[in-house]
């Protein structure tokens, strides 16, 4: 950096060249491995889904059905399994079999739009997080839930049972440190907060890395240039340490 100019002044000069593009570089936390992912995200719903572009007309189709299918889940498990997703392929066309289908969904996994698990369900992955945040929240507005810590949308996380705001169990344990949340109270409304008050996937363990942890992205997909630096428990924006693409 030159001068006195922090990341976060960086990332505020990028935003706005970017936001006559109807873009931004966000980041948030993976769920399940805290690692932070930055990218550079579309803020216009009707052009979320052109990240997707290495996928086939079908494939798009198809993916959009499963998120679709996972943030209207009746029971805020934002899951999905294999059985459910791949009968979400029917009509699409009838080139696109369910063996496509099957394939389709293990690549979603790998390029971390989705999340796999080895019980055979699957859940939103960081990149579909970051990229269709904004489609996300205009929607599915009475289906997303926000962090009350980071704002971040979470489908993995624990509610309040007197206000109902929600935290990532990411957020819940830095907030309360030693992770004793039986003990601790909501910040919201400062009654008791209980930790079996959760939602999200059951599953807490991917079945699979996502693509952006692995060492050998493709080449394929520079959609989103993505990067990520070591946790900090402190509130100030720090530089990436290291650079991945999709």
Known sequence: MDGDKSFEDVVQTMNS??????????????????????????????????SATPYTPSEIVFLKRIIDHIMSSSNDTYCINQHEATRLSKDILTTFTYKAAESALETFANDDWLVSFSSGKYTLGTRALLDLDTYLRDQFPNDTRECYMC??????????????????????????????????????CNE???????FGPTDVIPDRKPRSARSSPSADNKNLGNVEYEDDDSNEIQPPRKIRHY
């Open 17 to 50: 060249l970017l936001k006559p593009l109807l873009l931004a570089f966000r980041c948030r936390k993976d769920e399940f491995s805290g690692e932070t992912i930055w990218a550079v995200v579309n803020t216009k719903s009707d052009e979320l889904f052109k």
């Open 151 to 188: 704002k971040d949308i979470c489908i993995m996380g624990e509610m309040c049972n007197n206000c109902d705001i929600s935290m990532h169990k990411l957020c819940i344990n830095r907030l309360f440190k030693n992770g004793t949340v039986r003990r601790a109270a909501c910040p919201s």
């Open 192 to 198: 008791p907060w209980e930790s079996i008050n959760s």
